[in-house]
Protein backbone atom coordinates (compact mmCIF):
# COMPACT_ATOMS: atom_id res chain seq x y z
CA UNK A 1 0.00 0.00 0.00
CA UNK A 2 1.49 3.68 -0.90
CA UNK A 3 1.43 6.16 1.87
CA UNK A 4 0.33 9.50 0.69
CA UNK A 5 0.55 12.84 2.88
CA UNK A 6 -2.18 14.35 3.27
CA UNK A 7 -3.22 18.42 2.01
CA UNK A 8 -3.32 19.29 5.06
CA UNK A 9 0.07 18.47 6.43
CA UNK A 10 3.35 20.43 5.45
CA UNK A 11 6.31 19.08 3.44
CA UNK A 12 8.46 16.87 5.91
CA UNK A 13 11.28 18.94 7.16
CA UNK A 14 11.75 17.01 10.28
CA UNK A 15 15.61 15.96 10.66
CA UNK A 16 17.33 13.85 13.51
CA UNK A 17 18.80 17.17 14.56
CA UNK A 18 15.75 18.49 15.19
CA UNK A 19 13.80 15.74 16.61
CA UNK A 20 16.70 15.89 19.32
CA UNK A 21 15.74 19.59 20.53
CA UNK A 22 11.87 18.93 20.44
CA UNK A 23 12.83 15.69 22.89
CA UNK A 24 14.98 18.39 24.97
CA UNK A 25 12.57 20.91 25.02
CA UNK A 26 9.95 18.70 25.70
CA UNK A 27 11.92 16.80 28.33
CA UNK A 28 12.98 20.34 30.02
CA UNK A 29 9.25 21.16 30.46
CA UNK A 30 7.42 17.50 31.13
CA UNK A 31 9.94 17.51 34.03
CA UNK A 32 8.11 20.52 35.74
CA UNK A 33 5.16 18.01 36.49
CA UNK A 34 7.56 15.73 38.96
CA UNK A 35 9.63 17.88 40.53
CA UNK A 36 7.58 16.70 43.52
CA UNK A 37 7.47 13.19 43.24
CA UNK A 38 10.86 13.15 45.10
CA UNK A 39 10.27 15.43 47.81
CA UNK A 40 7.30 14.40 49.37
CA UNK A 41 8.78 14.33 52.70
CA UNK A 42 11.00 17.32 52.61
CA UNK A 43 7.67 19.29 51.44
CA UNK A 44 5.49 18.66 53.84
CA UNK A 45 8.07 18.94 56.59
CA UNK A 46 9.25 21.91 55.37
CA UNK A 47 5.31 23.07 54.83
CA UNK A 48 4.19 21.85 58.03
CA UNK A 49 1.54 19.03 56.43
CA UNK A 50 1.07 15.61 56.53
CA UNK A 51 2.63 13.38 54.35
CA UNK A 52 -0.36 11.42 53.29
CA UNK A 53 -1.67 15.43 52.07
CA UNK A 54 1.42 16.16 50.41
CA UNK A 55 0.60 13.75 47.77
CA UNK A 56 -1.94 15.95 46.20
CA UNK A 57 0.85 18.33 45.00
CA UNK A 58 1.78 15.97 42.72
CA UNK A 59 -2.15 15.47 41.81
CA UNK A 60 -3.26 19.18 41.65
CA UNK A 61 -0.08 19.67 38.66
CA UNK A 62 -1.34 17.12 36.95
CA UNK A 63 -5.00 18.16 36.76
CA UNK A 64 -3.40 21.30 35.54
CA UNK A 65 -1.73 19.79 33.19
CA UNK A 66 -4.59 18.09 31.76
CA UNK A 67 -6.23 21.17 31.52
CA UNK A 68 -3.97 22.89 30.05
CA UNK A 69 -3.41 20.21 27.17
CA UNK A 70 -7.13 20.38 26.41
CA UNK A 71 -7.55 23.94 26.58
CA UNK A 72 -4.14 24.91 24.50
CA UNK A 73 -2.56 22.22 22.52
CA UNK A 74 -5.25 22.49 20.27
CA UNK A 75 -4.63 25.33 19.29
CA UNK A 76 -1.40 23.98 17.78
CA UNK A 77 -4.40 22.95 14.76
CA UNK A 78 -5.34 26.63 14.04
CA UNK A 79 -2.34 28.67 15.21
CA UNK A 80 1.32 29.27 14.13
CA UNK A 81 3.52 27.23 16.93
CA UNK A 82 5.96 29.06 16.10
CA UNK A 83 4.95 31.78 18.25
CA UNK A 84 2.71 29.90 20.57
CA UNK A 85 5.05 27.16 21.96
CA UNK A 86 7.76 30.32 23.41
CA UNK A 87 5.05 32.35 24.89
CA UNK A 88 4.00 29.11 26.63
CA UNK A 89 6.93 28.14 27.63
CA UNK A 90 7.59 32.00 29.20
CA UNK A 91 4.26 31.36 31.31
CA UNK A 92 6.00 28.05 32.60
CA UNK A 93 8.94 29.82 33.86
CA UNK A 94 6.92 32.16 35.47
CA UNK A 95 5.08 29.65 37.23
CA UNK A 96 7.90 27.88 38.59
CA UNK A 97 9.28 30.75 39.89
CA UNK A 98 6.57 31.15 41.78
CA UNK A 99 6.57 27.73 43.26
CA UNK A 100 10.03 28.19 44.59
CA UNK A 101 8.51 31.37 46.72
CA UNK A 102 5.44 29.63 47.83
CA UNK A 103 5.43 30.39 51.07
CA UNK A 104 2.26 28.09 52.47
CA UNK A 105 1.46 24.58 51.42
CA UNK A 106 -2.28 25.89 50.20
CA UNK A 107 -0.31 28.79 47.94
CA UNK A 108 2.18 25.89 46.61
CA UNK A 109 -0.78 23.57 45.93
CA UNK A 110 -2.58 26.75 43.79
CA UNK A 111 0.83 27.83 42.08
CA UNK A 112 1.14 23.76 41.03
CA UNK A 113 -1.99 23.90 39.19
CA UNK A 114 -0.65 27.21 37.24
CA UNK A 115 2.41 25.05 36.88
CA UNK A 116 0.78 22.39 35.18
CA UNK A 117 -1.41 24.43 33.17
CA UNK A 118 1.43 26.08 31.43
CA UNK A 119 3.62 22.78 31.28
CA UNK A 120 2.11 21.81 27.53
CA UNK A 121 5.66 22.38 25.29
CA UNK A 122 5.83 18.97 25.11
CA UNK A 123 2.47 18.11 23.74
CA UNK A 124 3.00 20.92 21.08
CA UNK A 125 6.05 19.36 20.13
CA UNK A 126 4.72 15.99 19.45
CA UNK A 127 2.15 16.43 17.02
CA UNK A 128 4.54 19.06 14.85
CA UNK A 129 7.16 16.40 15.07
CA UNK A 130 4.52 14.46 13.02
CA UNK A 131 3.18 16.94 10.90
CA UNK A 132 6.81 17.76 9.69
CA UNK A 133 7.93 13.76 9.23
CA UNK A 134 7.81 11.65 5.81
CA UNK A 135 4.74 9.02 6.97
CA UNK A 136 7.17 6.30 6.72
CA UNK A 137 9.55 7.87 9.54
CA UNK A 138 6.85 9.34 11.65
CA UNK A 139 7.19 7.16 14.32
CA UNK A 140 10.83 7.19 14.34
CA UNK A 141 10.66 10.90 14.96
CA UNK A 142 7.71 10.94 17.24
CA UNK A 143 8.97 8.25 19.44
CA UNK A 144 12.39 10.33 19.69
CA UNK A 145 10.26 13.63 20.85
CA UNK A 146 8.29 11.08 23.37
CA UNK A 147 11.33 9.45 24.27
CA UNK A 148 12.94 12.87 25.31
CA UNK A 149 9.52 13.53 27.52
CA UNK A 150 10.20 9.98 29.15
CA UNK A 151 13.50 10.73 30.25
CA UNK A 152 12.50 13.79 31.29
CA UNK A 153 9.85 12.82 33.69
CA UNK A 154 12.60 10.09 34.99
CA UNK A 155 15.63 12.40 35.32
CA UNK A 156 13.22 14.90 37.10
CA UNK A 157 13.13 12.77 39.89
CA UNK A 158 16.82 11.69 39.89
CA UNK A 159 18.08 15.68 39.83
CA UNK A 160 15.30 16.91 42.16
CA UNK A 161 16.62 14.39 44.29
CA UNK A 162 20.36 15.50 44.40
CA UNK A 163 19.60 19.38 44.35
CA UNK A 164 16.98 19.16 47.04
CA UNK A 165 20.00 16.87 48.74
CA UNK A 166 22.09 19.93 48.40
CA UNK A 167 20.23 22.89 48.42
CA UNK A 168 16.71 22.45 49.70
CA UNK A 169 13.59 21.43 47.87
CA UNK A 170 12.83 24.94 46.53
CA UNK A 171 15.92 25.34 44.64
CA UNK A 172 14.89 23.04 41.85
CA UNK A 173 12.19 24.95 40.69
CA UNK A 174 14.52 27.89 40.36
CA UNK A 175 17.15 26.08 38.64
CA UNK A 176 14.24 24.74 35.80
CA UNK A 177 13.51 28.27 35.40
CA UNK A 178 16.75 29.34 34.01
CA UNK A 179 16.60 26.29 32.18
CA UNK A 180 13.54 26.87 31.08
CA UNK A 181 14.11 30.64 30.19
CA UNK A 182 17.17 29.60 27.83
CA UNK A 183 15.43 26.57 26.21
CA UNK A 184 12.77 29.02 24.89
CA UNK A 185 15.21 31.24 23.35
CA UNK A 186 16.70 28.24 21.73
CA UNK A 187 13.01 26.65 20.53
CA UNK A 188 12.03 30.32 19.27
CA UNK A 189 14.88 30.09 16.20
CA UNK A 190 14.37 26.33 15.79
CA UNK A 191 10.60 25.76 15.16
CA UNK A 192 9.82 25.95 11.28
CA UNK A 193 7.56 28.75 10.16
CA UNK A 194 4.61 26.74 8.69
CA UNK A 195 1.21 28.01 8.25
CA UNK A 196 -1.92 26.84 10.56
CA UNK A 197 -4.11 23.62 9.35
CA UNK A 198 -7.32 24.76 9.61
CA UNK A 199 -9.57 28.39 10.55
CA UNK A 200 -12.10 27.83 12.83
CA UNK A 201 -13.39 30.14 16.05
CA UNK A 202 -11.88 28.76 19.66
CA UNK A 203 -15.12 27.63 20.89
CA UNK A 204 -15.52 25.41 17.87
CA UNK A 205 -12.04 24.22 17.85
CA UNK A 206 -12.47 22.50 21.39
CA UNK A 207 -15.90 21.03 20.41
CA UNK A 208 -14.39 19.31 17.71
CA UNK A 209 -11.82 17.37 20.08
CA UNK A 210 -15.19 15.40 21.43
CA UNK A 211 -16.64 15.06 17.91
CA UNK A 212 -13.25 13.24 17.07
CA UNK A 213 -13.67 10.85 19.84
CA UNK A 214 -17.52 10.00 19.07
CA UNK A 215 -16.65 9.76 15.70
CA UNK A 216 -13.52 7.11 15.62
CA UNK A 217 -13.61 3.80 18.29
CA UNK A 218 -9.81 3.66 17.60
CA UNK A 219 -9.77 7.07 19.63
CA UNK A 220 -12.26 5.74 22.24
CA UNK A 221 -10.45 2.45 23.29
CA UNK A 222 -7.03 4.10 23.07
CA UNK A 223 -8.12 6.94 25.24
CA UNK A 224 -9.18 4.41 27.96
CA UNK A 225 -5.90 2.27 27.71
CA UNK A 226 -4.19 5.74 27.79
CA UNK A 227 -5.85 6.44 30.82
CA UNK A 228 -5.05 2.85 32.50
CA UNK A 229 -1.59 3.10 31.79
CA UNK A 230 -0.72 6.11 33.19
CA UNK A 231 -2.29 5.78 36.02
CA UNK A 232 -0.36 2.99 36.57
CA UNK A 233 2.52 4.59 36.09
CA UNK A 234 1.85 7.94 38.55
CA UNK A 235 0.70 4.88 41.08
CA UNK A 236 4.16 3.24 41.23
CA UNK A 237 5.98 6.48 41.31
CA UNK A 238 4.06 8.53 43.90
CA UNK A 239 3.73 5.21 46.17
CA UNK A 240 7.34 4.32 45.65
CA UNK A 241 8.63 7.36 47.63
CA UNK A 242 6.19 6.75 50.70
CA UNK A 243 7.57 2.84 50.59
CA UNK A 244 11.45 4.28 50.23
CA UNK A 245 10.87 7.33 52.92
CA UNK A 246 9.93 4.76 55.59
CA UNK A 247 11.05 1.96 57.29
CA UNK A 248 13.14 -0.36 57.01
CA UNK A 249 14.44 1.81 53.83
CA UNK A 250 13.93 5.41 55.25
CA UNK A 251 15.99 6.78 52.30
CA UNK A 252 17.14 10.53 52.26
CA UNK A 253 15.55 12.46 48.96
CA UNK A 254 18.70 12.06 47.30
CA UNK A 255 18.78 8.44 47.62
CA UNK A 256 14.67 8.36 46.37
CA UNK A 257 15.54 10.69 43.59
CA UNK A 258 18.29 8.24 42.37
CA UNK A 259 15.20 5.22 41.78
CA UNK A 260 14.42 7.58 38.47
CA UNK A 261 17.56 6.05 36.82
CA UNK A 262 16.08 2.53 37.57
CA UNK A 263 13.19 4.11 35.16
CA UNK A 264 15.59 6.43 33.21
CA UNK A 265 17.21 2.52 32.06
CA UNK A 266 13.47 1.55 30.93
CA UNK A 267 12.78 4.79 28.77
CA UNK A 268 15.74 4.56 27.03
CA UNK A 269 15.26 0.79 26.23
CA UNK A 270 11.45 2.33 25.09
CA UNK A 271 13.38 4.60 22.91
CA UNK A 272 12.62 2.35 19.85
CA UNK A 273 9.31 1.48 20.26
CA UNK A 274 7.85 3.69 17.74
CA UNK A 275 9.64 1.84 14.84
CA UNK A 276 7.29 -1.35 16.04
CA UNK A 277 4.37 1.10 14.77
CA UNK A 278 6.13 1.61 11.68
CA UNK A 279 6.87 -1.70 11.12
CA UNK A 280 2.65 -2.90 11.27
CA UNK A 281 2.97 -4.23 14.76
CA UNK A 282 1.40 -1.98 17.43
CA UNK A 283 -1.04 -3.56 18.24
CA UNK A 284 0.52 -7.08 18.70
CA UNK A 285 3.24 -5.14 21.33
CA UNK A 286 0.32 -3.28 23.12
CA UNK A 287 -1.12 -6.77 24.55
CA UNK A 288 2.76 -7.73 24.98
CA UNK A 289 3.83 -4.75 26.75
CA UNK A 290 0.86 -4.73 29.18
CA UNK A 291 1.39 -8.37 30.08
CA UNK A 292 5.10 -6.98 30.99
CA UNK A 293 3.86 -4.39 33.15
CA UNK A 294 1.13 -7.46 35.03
CA UNK A 295 5.06 -9.16 35.51
CA UNK A 296 6.74 -5.70 37.01
CA UNK A 297 3.65 -5.68 39.25
CA UNK A 298 4.24 -9.08 40.75
CA UNK A 299 7.71 -9.00 41.22
CA UNK A 300 7.61 -4.87 42.91
CA UNK A 301 5.46 -7.28 45.11
CA UNK A 302 8.50 -8.70 46.60
CA UNK A 303 9.85 -5.22 46.99
CA UNK A 304 8.41 -4.17 50.93
CA UNK A 305 11.51 -5.85 52.59
CA UNK A 306 14.19 -6.05 49.13
CA UNK A 307 15.51 -3.02 47.10
CA UNK A 308 16.73 -5.40 44.45
CA UNK A 309 12.96 -6.22 43.25
CA UNK A 310 12.20 -2.80 43.55
CA UNK A 311 14.74 -1.54 41.24
CA UNK A 312 13.73 -4.30 38.13
CA UNK A 313 10.22 -3.80 38.66
CA UNK A 314 11.17 -0.07 38.11
CA UNK A 315 12.87 -0.78 35.05
CA UNK A 316 10.44 -3.54 33.83
CA UNK A 317 7.18 -0.50 34.51
CA UNK A 318 8.67 1.95 32.96
CA UNK A 319 9.50 -0.28 29.90
CA UNK A 320 5.91 -1.20 29.61
CA UNK A 321 3.99 1.96 30.33
CA UNK A 322 6.31 4.32 28.09
CA UNK A 323 6.31 1.67 25.21
CA UNK A 324 2.64 1.74 25.60
CA UNK A 325 2.33 5.39 25.95
CA UNK A 326 4.30 5.29 22.53
CA UNK A 327 2.20 3.07 20.77
CA UNK A 328 -0.91 4.68 21.82
CA UNK A 329 0.09 8.00 20.54
CA UNK A 330 1.07 6.73 17.46
CA UNK A 331 -2.05 4.81 16.98
CA UNK A 332 -4.12 7.85 17.31
CA UNK A 333 -1.69 10.00 15.45
CA UNK A 334 -2.52 7.69 12.01
CA UNK A 335 -6.53 8.48 12.47
CA UNK A 336 -5.98 11.80 11.11
CA UNK A 337 -3.15 13.85 9.79
CA UNK A 338 -5.43 17.85 10.39
CA UNK A 339 -6.54 16.72 13.33
CA UNK A 340 -3.21 15.69 15.11
CA UNK A 341 -2.79 18.20 18.04
CA UNK A 342 -6.22 17.63 18.61
CA UNK A 343 -5.85 14.26 18.88
CA UNK A 344 -3.11 14.47 20.79
CA UNK A 345 -4.96 17.05 23.20
CA UNK A 346 -7.21 13.93 23.68
CA UNK A 347 -4.66 11.81 24.83
CA UNK A 348 -2.90 13.37 26.85
CA UNK A 349 -5.86 15.00 28.82
CA UNK A 350 -6.77 11.29 28.95
CA UNK A 351 -3.55 10.25 30.21
CA UNK A 352 -3.24 12.92 32.93
CA UNK A 353 -6.52 12.24 34.52
CA UNK A 354 -5.80 8.84 34.67
CA UNK A 355 -2.52 10.00 36.30
CA UNK A 356 -4.09 12.31 38.07
CA UNK A 357 -5.97 9.64 40.01
CA UNK A 358 -3.13 7.23 40.40
CA UNK A 359 -1.61 10.01 42.41
CA UNK A 360 -4.49 10.82 44.52
CA UNK A 361 -4.95 7.22 45.01
CA UNK A 362 -1.82 6.16 46.02
CA UNK A 363 -2.14 8.00 49.21
CA UNK A 364 -5.48 6.55 50.37
CA UNK A 365 -3.90 2.86 49.06
CA UNK A 366 -0.83 3.56 51.20
CA UNK A 367 -3.16 4.53 54.31
CA UNK A 368 -5.11 1.29 53.57
CA UNK A 369 -2.53 -1.10 53.52
CA UNK A 370 0.81 0.18 53.02
CA UNK A 371 3.10 -1.46 49.60
CA UNK A 372 0.91 -4.66 49.62
CA UNK A 373 -2.60 -2.42 48.73
CA UNK A 374 -0.34 -0.56 46.00
CA UNK A 375 0.56 -3.50 44.18
CA UNK A 376 -2.76 -5.24 44.17
CA UNK A 377 -3.97 -2.44 42.85
CA UNK A 378 -1.34 -2.11 40.16
CA UNK A 379 -1.53 -5.72 39.61
CA UNK A 380 -5.46 -5.54 38.85
CA UNK A 381 -4.83 -2.24 36.11
CA UNK A 382 -2.86 -4.13 34.10
CA UNK A 383 -4.88 -7.29 34.04
CA UNK A 384 -8.49 -4.92 33.70
CA UNK A 385 -6.13 -3.44 30.28
CA UNK A 386 -5.02 -6.89 28.97
CA UNK A 387 -8.98 -7.42 29.12
CA UNK A 388 -9.87 -4.78 26.81
CA UNK A 389 -6.78 -5.01 24.55
CA UNK A 390 -7.77 -8.65 23.83
CA UNK A 391 -11.38 -7.29 23.25
CA UNK A 392 -10.40 -4.71 20.83
CA UNK A 393 -7.25 -5.96 19.06
CA UNK A 394 -9.21 -7.14 15.95
CA UNK A 395 -11.96 -4.32 15.43
CA UNK A 396 -11.42 -0.59 17.28
CA UNK A 397 -7.13 -0.85 18.30
CA UNK A 398 -6.57 -0.96 14.30
CA UNK A 399 -5.96 1.06 12.26
CA UNK A 400 -4.39 1.86 8.68
CA UNK A 401 -0.87 2.49 9.88
CA UNK A 402 -1.19 0.07 13.06
CA UNK A 403 -2.17 -3.16 11.84
Not at 59 to 88: C, K, S
Amino acid sequence: MSIQRSAAEPAPTMTPGLALVFAIAGGAAVGNLYWAQPLLEAMSRDLDTPLSRSSWLVTVVQLGYAFGVFLIVPLGDVVNRRRLVPLIMLLSVAALVASAVAPTFEVLLAVMVMLGFSTVTGQLLAPLAGDLSPPERRGEFVSTVTAGLLIGILASRTLAGVIAGLAGWRAIFILAAVVALILTAIIARRIPDEAPKAAMPYPALIRSVFTIIRREPTVRWTLVLAMLGFGAFTLFWTSLTFLLSAPPYSYSVTMIGMFGLAGLAGAIAARRTGLLHDRGHSVAATGAFWGLALFAWIVAALGAGSVAPIIISAVLIDIALQGLLILNQMRLFAVSGAERSRLNSAFITANFLGGAAGSAAAGSLWAAGDWTAIVVAGAAISTVSLVIWVLGRRGPLRTPDAQ
